[in-house]
């Protein structure tokens, strides 16, 4: 809409910070390989040991860490857009706590020690289950305060379901794996682990992007938005279900990595306008790089104590949420 | 020749409790039509009724054609509405939320054309908004708030508006020029339905006014004929005094009854 120049500047920067981390995160890692060799080992494969670091565990991580990063951004943006509300985040709706019981239970009952993929598979059942759960509590055309009540019990019964797993584990081994998993990371992940998330988190985005516009119009309200010509039902469902397919997956092979999608909207929303639909791209790059950052950071700053990515985040994250809502009691005040 | 907005018994019930109970009026296009009655009676849900808002009874059509097969996006294009709640919920400019009114004439993800923003810039210009462009939209005050809300529907660009309460919050001049604004569209031919407290305001300007009691319409026609003592004893209970002034019709409310 207005703005169009400086938003190519944000976006452009954006993207160019994305490369560079993208390549920092590939030439980041234990094994002692030197940029150059790094990078002619990714795209030769002459390089033995090397090449099979680069391409079968610091590409994939990379990989994920744009998509999760990305997924997080773009769907934290649209909820805020969605609800208007600037405290909303991608778990809002559940989908991240039903995705990682999925994953819990997948460690309890031992079936992702007989078989890896079962882990995001049984996550992935958990966000489907979350997001059915959530249109069947809140109902088709739901009021948004239904949609976050009907999100707040999911998350809550997946949450004590998730304690209940750990309180039954059959070994404090299990209980540990549960606990680091829940943490949230990118590590050892596979090419295996992107092929299986990348379908569902293109198509969560591509509902995601189709909002931009209502999500403007919704600025001014429900009314306002349906006398415009959108069909608020129609936007209500592209918004939960893109969330659920692309958050659900990235749950599934990461486990939940919280304030990445709660603050990286905030941070870009003053540099496009304060416009919803602007916000959406800027965020899942402002997001994607942020991931990609942190996860740089994860193995730079502890190498050998596999600080976990969400615990990162939160901390980071966290202390940005209370000065949020500080401000925010400034400007009622 | 068909009308542009032909209401028939339209009913409304919100819970249990019926809100408004056949309802029907036809308006012509040109016509500026003022909707008037105490707090409560229905003025509101009746416009959001004929938007398609609330659960109705009973027809709304235009050009003889039922409100209820347009698509939502042709209703956009024949019918803008400004609601009472002047909610802007993110800090965009003026302009921006001026130009969401060209929302349901966009194609796909097409950029807004050179003729958008001659009609963004007009809507801006009628509104005396030029100075607060690239003002916060948050941080206006109620009437310019106000007046930006009613610069988005007249970007749209449609042959009917419909506004709750358009003349709340405003200054003397600026309901003056908006009301002088709404005749000029009523001229072009266009068909405006906006609900007013302020009789006087309704009587100066209104080519008709439709007043509204318990739901159910109690008198149509010209403000002469609406505005009288008796309607105003009976509907408001307010005894009044009504002269006929040159700018047309004054209405001072003197005491209760």
């Known amino acids: ?333 | 020749m068909s009308a542009a907005l032909c209401v028939s018994s339209l009913g409304v019930k919100l819970g249990s409790r019926g809100v408004l109970d056949s309802v029907s009026f036809e308006l012509e296009a040109g016509e500026f039509v003022g909707l008037i009655g105490p707090n409560g009676v229905g003025k509101s849900t009746l416009l959001k009724a004929i938007m398609g808002f609330v659960a109705r009874n009973g027809t709304v059509t235009r050009d003889e054609e039922p409100l209820d097969t347009l698509s939502p996006k042709e209703r956009a294009r024949a019918f803008s509405y400004v609601p009472q709640e002047r909610e802007v919920s993110w800090p965009i400019t003026v302009q921006s939320l001026v130009a969401l009114g060209r929302a349901p004439h966009r194609r796909g993800f097409a950029a807004l054309g050179d003729a958008d923003w001659h009609i963004i810039n007009s809507a801006i210009d009628i509104m005396d908004l030029d100075e607060l462009r690239e003002r916060s939209a948050q941080e206006l005050s109620g009437g310019e708030r106000a007046r930006t809300l009613i610069a988005r529907a007249l970007a749209q660009d449609t042959p009917v508006l419909l506004a709750d309460e358009p003349a709340a919050g405003l200054d003397p001049a600026h309901q003056i020029s908006l009301m002088m604004t709404f005749s000029q569209l009523a001229r072009e031919g266009r068909t405006v339905l906006a609900s007013l407290h302020e009789l006087t305001l309704a009587g100066q300007w209104c080519d008709r006014l439709i007043l509204l009691d318990g739901g159910c319409v109690v008198a149509d026609g010209l403000p002469a004929d609406v505005l009288t003592a008796e309607n105003l004893a009976a509907v408001y209970r307010v005894r009044a005094h009504i002269s006929g002034t040159e700018a047309g019709l004054a209405v001072v409310p003197t005491g209760l009854i």
């Open chain 1, 1 to 333: 809409m207005t703005g169009g120049r400086s938003d190519w500047l944000l976006l452009g920067t954006l993207a160019v910070t994305l490369c560079v981390f993208f390549i920092l995160s590939l030439v980041t890692g234990p094994a002692a390989i030197s940029f150059f060799e790094s990078l002619d080992a990714l795209f030769t494969g002459r390089a033995g040991a090397a090449s099979i670091v680069m391409q079968e565990i610091r590409l994939p991580r990379a990989i994920l860490g744009v998509l999760i990063g990305a997924t997080l951004g773009l769907s934290g943006a649209a909820l805020q857009g969605y609800l208007r509300n600037p405290l909303a985040e991608p778990g809002l709706l559940g989908i991240s706590a039903s995705a990682s019981l999925g994953a819990v239970l997948a460690i309890y009952t031992g079936l992702s020690a007989l078989f890896s993929l079962a882990l995001p598979l049984m996550a992935l059942v958990g966000a489907v289950g979350a997001v059915l759960l959530v249109r069947a509590l809140a109902g088709r055309g739901a009021t948004t305060i239904t949609l976050i009540l009907a999100g707040v019990a999911v998350t809550s019964f997946a949450g004590a379901m998730t304690s209940l797993a750990l309180n039954l584990s059959p070994n404090p081994f299990a209980a540990l794996e549960i606990v680091f998993w829940m943490l949230g990371s990118l590590k050892d992940r596979s090419m295996t682990h992107v092929w299986l998330a990348l379908p569902f988190i293109l198509v969560g985005w591509v509902m995601l992007f189709q909002v931009g516009r209502a999500l403007d119009a919704l600025t001014l309200g429900e009314a306002s938005a349906a006398s415009l010509g959108y069909r608020l039902d129609r936007v209500q469902a592209l918004v939960v279900f893109g969330t659920a397919a692309s958050v659900g997956a990235a749950t599934s092979v990461s486990g939940a990595i919280g304030f990445v999608g709660l603050v990286v909207p905030h941070i870009l929303r003053p540099l496009v306008g304060a416009q919803p639909s602007r916000l959406l791209l800027a965020s899942a790059l402002g997001g994607a790089v942020v991931l990609l950052a942190a996860d740089v950071a994860v193995r730079i700053i502890a190498p050998e104590r596999d600080l976990k990515l969400g615990v990162l985040t939160a901390l980071i994250g966290a202390p940005f949420f209370f000065w949020l809502i500080y401000k925010q009691q400034r400007e009622v005040t």
